[in-house]
């Protein structure tokens, strides 16, 4: 079974400055994938990135980039420059592999982190 | 745009009457999952489907049942709804945009209140 934490359930940054979202992960599993998604308070759910276990680069997308610490368990989301429509709640997911090495695409989500970007 | 459609997109309906919501979807995936999405607890998986006929139970399952009989519509039903499953549910598909990324795409979500 997979497990997701994130301990911060909210956070604040000034425009223009960068943050750091917290997510730490259980798994048994050798082989996983980690995701981060955006929900804004219009509440569809934004895929953001992604870091597979055996990539040793972490994963950048635009001003979003993926602190990936596979010894501790660990996939901090950074967001770079903050601007004020990254406002939203932010969501770390896992997908791991059954026994028989398939998840089927099962994500099991954390609880979330509410980003609050100060002008 | 995964064309992803829920219906109903919100449902106000009373303790003990059956609800069905409806996920569809027109690029002919194969994966298809029900979350719902509480305060506190992020999204939670209840039943997920890997193709016509093909549905198991994640997580949250109690309460719920699914059915799949062409690949794209995903229905989830309450036989007889609580109010503990007043919830937002939301429909995914494994998206094929990167195929060893694999992420999923999400609907708008359908708001459910159980009175």
């Known amino acids: 079974a997979q497990k997701i934490t994130q301990t911060q359930p909210g956070m604040f940054v000034q425009e223009k400055e960068a943050v750091t979202l917290d997510c730490t992960y259980d798994t048994s599993d050798q082989s996983y994938g980690l995701f981060w998604y955006k929900q804004p308070s219009s509440g569809e759910m934004i895929f953001l990135i992604y870091q597979g276990s055996y990539d040793e680069q972490n994963a950048t997308e635009g001003r979003y980039s993926l602190n990936f610490q596979k010894a501790r368990k660990s996939a901090n989301l950074v967001i770079s420059a903050s601007q004020l429509g990254d406002s939203a709640m932010y969501f770390c997911?896992?997908?791991?592999?059954?026994?028989?090495?398939?998840?089927?695409?099962?994500?099991?989500f954390g609880q979330g982190t509410i980003l609050t970007v100060h002008p | 745009d995964a064309g992803i459609t829920q219906s109903p997109r919100h449902k106000v309906t009373e303790t003990g009457t059956p609800v069905t919501l409806r996920c569809h979807q027109t690029?002919?995936?194969?994966?298809m999952y029900w979350y719902r999405q509480d305060p506190g607890h992020g999204l939670r998986l209840i039943h997920y489907?890997?193709?016509?006929?093909?549905?198991d139970k994640g997580e949250v399952s109690d309460g719920y049942s699914v059915s799949r009989s062409k690949t794209e519509d995903f229905l989830l039903t309450l036989e007889s709804a609580t109010s503990s499953q007043t919830s937002v549910y939301f429909c995914a598909i494994k998206g094929s945009l990167h195929p060893n990324t694999g992420e999923l795409f999400f609907g708008e979500g359908s708001r459910l209140t159980v009175l």
């Open positions: 690029e002919n995936h194969r994966y």
């Open positions: 997911a896992m997908r791991g592999a059954n026994a028989g090495g398939t998840s089927y695409g099962k994500l099991t």
């Open positions: 489907s890997y193709g016509v006929k093909d549905t």
